[in-house]
Structure formats: C-alpha cells, structure tokens
C-alpha cells in the first residue's frame, strides 16, 4: 500500500513525503525507516503538548513511467 501510495504521488508530480511519528513509537520508526523515510528533526511537545515525535521525510524519485 505505502508503494502504491507513493507511485500515485510520484505521478502527481510530489517530490517529497514527509511525515510525523511519535519518538517512542519503536515499531512505527522501523516501519517508515524500511520504506526509506529518514528522522529530518525532533518536533517537541508535538502531541497533546507532552510527546515528542520525529519529523520523517523521503524524496521520491521520478520514473520514467510517472513524469520528470
């Protein structure tokens, strides 16, 4: 599902995923970092005030089936 999602944005010209996970989400980190996503920065207090997560990005690399 993460390809397919990923293919799908790649076609609509996005260049860059990013997302947030809390930074003790132990499992949530190993699965995002096995699809390629890297921690960019600690986001303090970002849930409820209390939690830390960790900002997460991947540059997706254009194919020559989805566009430039």
């Given at each position: 599902?993460?390809?397919?999602?990923?293919?799908?944005?790649?076609?609509?010209?996005?260049?860059?995923?990013?997302?947030?996970?809390?930074?003790t989400?132990?499992?949530?980190?190993?699965?995002?970092?096995?699809?390629?996503?890297?921690?960019?920065?600690?986001?303090?207090?970002?849930?409820?005030?209390?939690?830390?997560?960790?900002?997460?990005?991947?540059?997706?690399?254009?194919t020559?089936?989805?566009?430039?």
């Amino acid at each position: 599902m993460v390809g397919e999602s990923e293919a799908n944005l790649r076609f609509r010209g996005v260049r860059t995923v990013l997302l947030e996970t809390a930074t003790t989400n132990e499992a949530g980190i190993a699965f995002w970092e096995r699809h390629g996503y890297r921690k960019e920065a600690v986001l303090k207090n970002y849930y409820s005030g209390r939690l830390d997560a960790f900002e997460m990005r991947k540059k997706l690399i254009a194919t020559a089936s989805t566009g430039p």
